[in-house]
């Protein structure tokens, strides 16, 4: 009899799912006000346009070396050099498909099946589900308000006594609450895990989206950390598919190695592209300070129509609202308000399993005048 592997018998996403249902009715012709995904409604910056048209005229696009082009390597590493100041090789960095393709070559590289391993939640789904696929085993750990809803040194050091784990994957600013952990947290969940060897796999990828506390990278307090980032957010590049990596010298190779197996190479196209990401900080800026207009409407907006109930927006463009007064199902209130109310929004449910029933996740990275539409809509909806 033929099946289904068991690995393959995931969870769903479901904030594509209700992407995927908006755009079944976009294409019946029905309005769509989209608060679901964490997509710029910016496109990529002009630079980062015409480096991909010169690389489209000029020639034939083919395959790199497995870990990137060594230029965009080199501006990755000299990247860090610049935002944070801190040092990092080009050996160091290796460039992905997107930073999924990251989190892949991660959990490969450094976990064997069976391993335990550290989420917070509530959290990105796709770190849990991708997790399971490979035969780790996930360990969620409800965060707290008094801890700014992240996770502790304290956490990791109790966790692990009470049954050993391998690995602890910690997002600032989060997804999907938009928290960010100060430094002096952050440097404390790195000592521990170096103290207990424990690998600390941090995701950056929502750094430079920034609303006041500035993101600390954690290469700052450890050279034993990995570290995942992607052009998709603050660089406006979601379909083009390429994130990067740094890493410690000794899962250099290794990543190297499956990349080669596993992908071949990141797209050529998209690696030219990106290296000229890094001189469209003007245009990239502009972009942002639409966001902070966003989040400031919506901070003012939502306490107005019943969803003022939400975890500190610190950065990245989400807020993460407690709809319990409301519902206590979030799925059926996602589902309504999309088939209702026309808005697209995605719930808790995918980010937290034991309380996400209560909340919803509304993202503010489209346009100003589709903000201000969406609340309109869901303050009509739920008057």
Known sequence: MRSISKRGTIEPFFAMDIMAKANALAAQGKDIVHMEIGQPGAPAPKLVREAAEKALVDGRIGYTDALGIRALRERIAQHYDDHYGVTVSPDAVAVTTGSSAGFNLAFLSLLEVGDRVI?????????????????????????????????????????????????????????????????????????????????????????????????????????????????????????????????????????????????????????????????????????????????????????????????????????????????????????RSLSEAGVAITPGADFDRERGHRYVRLSFAGTEEAMHEGIRRLGDWLV
């Not at 770190?127 to 809803?149: K, M, P």
């Not at 919506?298 to 109930?309: Q, S």
């Not at 927006?313 to 206590?328: C, E, H, I, Q, R």
Request: glycine share 6%.
């Open 119 to 335: 989420l917070p939640s509530p959290g990105y789904p796709a770190y849990r589900n991708i997790l399971f696929s490979l035969g780790l085993e996930v360990v969620e750990v409800e965060t707290r308000a008094e801890d700014r809803w992240s996770l502790t040194a304290e956490d990791i050091r109790r966790v692990h006594a009470e049954k050993p784990v391998k690995g602890v994957l910690i997002a600032s600013p989060a997804n999907p609450s938009g928290t960010i952990m100060d430094g002096e947290a952050l440097k404390s969940v790195v000592d521990v895990c170096d103290e207990l060897g424990i690998w600390f796999i941090s995701d950056e990828i929502y750094h430079s989206l920034e609303f006041g506390m500035k993101a600390e990278t954690a290469l700052r307090y450890s050279p034993n950390v990995v570290i995942i980032n992607s052009f998709s957010k603050y660089y406006c590049m979601t379909g083009w598919r390429i994130g990067w990596m740094v890493l410690p010298e000794m899962a250099q190779r290794s990543v190297e190695c499956l990349s080669q197996s596993l992908y071949l190479c990141p797209p050529m196209l998209s690696q030219v592209a990106a290296a000229a990401a890094f001189d469209a900080h003007e245009e990239l800026d502009l972009v942002k300070a639409g966001y902070g207009r966003n989040r400031a409407y919506l901070m003012e907006a939502l306490p107005k129509i019943g969803l003022g109930d939400f975890m500190p927006v610190d950065g990245a463009f989400y807020v993460y609202s407690d709809v319990s007064k409301l519902t206590n199902d979030s799925m059926d209130f996602a589902l």
